[in-house]
């Protein structure tokens, strides 16, 4: 398989954004406000109120409760995607809450599904929770020559892969159909050869050891034609710890002055020859997910969209851009950043947000409206992980649930969010993994993500 097949499965997709312009009348607190399940046409603010830890131990919900027996082939179930999630939760900032996980026995929806949580709840430690405007934004030209020079201080030879014209030793030239159109070089550095792409629409600066493709543990979620194929080979012993690895992330992400970025999650990770993309190892390391932040909440980086004609959004997901960096024995190999959109400094106060268990019964009213009409007789929902986290949205009156409105806009807004993790385990033992959002203001559907 081509590189381009093996990356472009786990490309974000293009995520559409309709401008979304907030006001605040006369210092009223601002809150985000659509009637959860229900096409927003205008924003009008929904008072909610946050539960105590008193009113949540009285909550219908049972915590810590055993599942039912009848579950058990799902109880020994592997689940990877539980595993990258709770790779976020070791970050300096979460801390326990009143309600740190939520065991329900199995319940069968009036759609007839059977839906099963036991979920860890998972909250960073934050003083306040805003919705901070975030700009589009691109790369300039000095931008490029900077991460040019910071990544490839000293090169041999640069080939220019479209025009195939070789430039100068020691230096670089682009101009400004490099930049809006988007260039492609192959570089020599010592006994090294990279290739790197830049620019375009998309504003992107991917500088990768040529003839190498990675694979993460990402890539093993819900795929078992993968998990065959290189499972045991992405778990091998890694001689680079994962703190060594994030050092040296952190230490570029400082030098390069990236702001408004945190890690999401750390995966196991391995580079192979892409002329034997699933057998011969050139290294072995972490690769570290990047996603925009606000208030320590940090936006779920690894994804693709899923969208369903029963789905009643309230709010789009704008593609926020990508930055992933991987790290092996070798140094950083591989450095992909799209730049989209900036966090601001203009922002909005959130007064509340509503509680993991009000998330919770929307989640489930949810998958029913979603799963409803299809035959899963004999197939149950495990929701395994509830974590308050960001989003970028974007805004839109044409709220159909088909493909996402384009193009990118202005302005979008990261807002906090209540994020579900589920899987759907099917009678033959298949898997399928998904992420459910839902504002954390009031409540409004956002497009769901699948690993």
């Given at each position: 398989?081509?590189?381009?097949?093996?990356?472009?499965?786990?490309?974000?997709?293009?995520?559409?954004?309709?401008?979304?312009?907030?006001?605040?009348?006369?210092?009223?607190?601002?809150?985000?406000?659509?009637?959860?399940?229900?096409?927003?046409?205008?924003?009008?603010?929904?008072?909610?109120?946050?539960?105590?830890?008193?009113?949540?131990?009285?909550?219908?919900?049972?915590?810590?409760?055993?599942?039912?027996?009848?579950?058990?082939?799902?109880?020994?179930?592997?689940?990877?995607?539980?595993?990258?999630?709770?790779?976020?939760?070791?970050?300096?900032?979460?801390?326990?809450?009143?309600?740190?996980?939520?065991?329900?026995?199995?319940?069968?929806?009036?759609?007839?599904?059977?839906?099963?949580?036991?979920?860890?709840?998972?909250?960073?430690?934050?003083?306040?929770?805003?919705?901070?405007?975030?700009?589009?934004?691109?790369?300039?030209?000095?931008?490029?020559?900077s991460m040019f020079d910071y990544f490839l201080p000293n090169p041999a030879v640069i080939t220019h892969q479209i025009t195939n014209i070789t430039q100068a030793e020691g230096t670089v030239v682009l101009n400004d159909d490099d930049i809006t159109q988007g260039a492609s070089f192959f570089v020599e550095q010592g006994?090294?050869?990279?290739?790197?792409?830049?620019?375009?629409?998309?504003?992107?600066?991917?500088?990768?050891?040529?003839?190498?493709?990675?694979?993460?543990?990402?890539?093993?979620?819900?795929?078992?034609?993968?998990?065959?194929?290189?499972?045991?080979?992405?778990?091998?012993?890694?001689?680079?710890?994962?703190?060594?690895?994030?050092?040296?992330?952190?230490?570029?992400?400082?030098?390069?002055?990236?702001?408004?970025?945190?890690?999401?999650?750390?995966?196991?990770?391995?580079?192979?020859?892409?002329?034997?993309?699933?057998?011969?190892?050139?290294?072995?390391?972490?690769?570290?997910?990047?996603?925009?932040?606000?208030?320590?909440?940090?936006?779920?980086?690894?994804?693709?969209?899923?969208?369903?004609?029963?789905?009643?959004?309230?709010?789009?997901?704008?593609?926020?851009?990508?930055?992933?960096?991987?790290?092996?024995?070798?140094?950083?190999?591989?450095?992909?950043?799209?730049?989209?959109?900036?966090?601001?400094?203009?922002?909005?106060?959130?007064?509340?947000?509503?509680?993991?268990?009000?998330?919770?019964?929307?989640?489930?009213?949810?998958?029913?409206?979603?799963?409803?009409?299809?035959?899963?007789?004999?197939?149950?929902?495990?929701?395994?992980d509830i974590r308050l986290s960001t989003m970028l949205i974007g805004y839109s009156d044409q709220l159909t649930g088909q493909p996402f409105p384009d193009p990118y806009e202005d302005i979008a807004l990261l807002i906090?969010?209540?994020?579900?993790?589920?899987?759907?385990?099917?009678?033959?033992?298949?898997?399928?993994?998904?992420?459910?959002?839902?504002?954390?203001?009031?409540?409004?559907?956002?497009?769901?993500?699948?690993?």
């Amino acid at each position: 398989m081509s590189k381009q097949t093996y990356h472009g499965r786990y490309q974000h997709r293009k995520a559409a954004i309709v401008v979304c312009l907030f006001f605040c009348a006369l210092l009223v607190l601002f809150t985000v406000a659509c009637q959860p399940g229900k096409a927003a046409v205008v924003l009008t603010p929904i008072p909610v109120e946050q539960e105590t830890s008193d009113e949540t131990d009285q909550n219908e919900v049972p915590i810590d409760t055993t599942a039912s027996p009848e579950l058990v082939n799902a109880e020994n179930l592997w689940n990877p995607a539980k595993e990258l999630l709770n790779s976020a939760s070791t970050l300096p900032g979460a801390i326990p809450v009143s309600v740190s996980h939520i065991s329900q026995p199995p319940e069968t929806l009036p759609a007839g599904i059977k839906v099963l949580v036991d979920a860890d709840v998972v909250v960073p430690q934050t003083e306040n929770y805003n919705i901070r405007e975030c700009n589009l934004s691109s790369f300039t030209l000095e931008d490029y020559r900077s991460m040019f020079d910071y990544f490839l201080p000293n090169p041999a030879v640069i080939t220019h892969q479209i025009t195939n014209i070789t430039q100068a030793e020691g230096t670089v030239v682009l101009n400004d159909d490099d930049i809006t159109q988007g260039a492609s070089f192959f570089v020599e550095q010592g006994n090294e050869t990279f290739s790197l792409q830049l620019g375009g629409k998309y504003s992107i600066f991917w500088l990768e050891h040529t003839d190498e493709v990675i694979y993460c543990e990402g890539y093993l979620v819900g795929d078992e034609e993968w998990e065959k194929e290189i499972g045991e080979i992405i778990r091998e012993p890694i001689a680079l710890t994962r703190e060594e690895a994030q050092s040296q992330a952190d230490r570029m992400i400082s030098d390069l002055n990236i702001q408004g970025w945190q890690i999401d999650s750390v995966q196991r990770a391995a580079a192979f020859d892409m002329n034997s993309p699933t057998s011969k190892v050139l290294g072995r390391g972490w690769m570290l997910f990047y996603g925009l932040s606000n208030d320590e909440l940090t936006m779920f980086s690894d994804k693709g969209y899923s969208s369903n004609k029963n789905d009643r959004l309230s709010y789009w997901q704008a593609d926020a851009g990508k930055l992933t960096i991987y790290v092996d024995e070798r140094g950083v190999t591989d450095f992909h950043w799209e730049k989209h959109y900036t966090p601001s400094s203009v922002t909005y106060p959130v007064a509340s947000i509503i509680s993991a268990e009000e998330a919770l019964k929307l989640a489930k009213e949810r998958i029913a409206r979603i799963y409803g009409e299809l035959d899963y007789e004999n197939t149950q929902i495990e929701i395994y992980d509830i974590r308050l986290s960001t989003m970028l949205i974007g805004y839109s009156d044409q709220l159909t649930g088909q493909p996402f409105p384009d193009p990118y806009e202005d302005i979008a807004l990261l807002i906090p969010t209540w994020n579900f993790a589920f899987r759907i385990i099917f009678p033959y033992g298949d898997t399928e993994y998904y992420m459910m959002p839902f504002s954390a203001t009031d409540g409004g559907a956002i497009s769901m993500l699948y690993f």
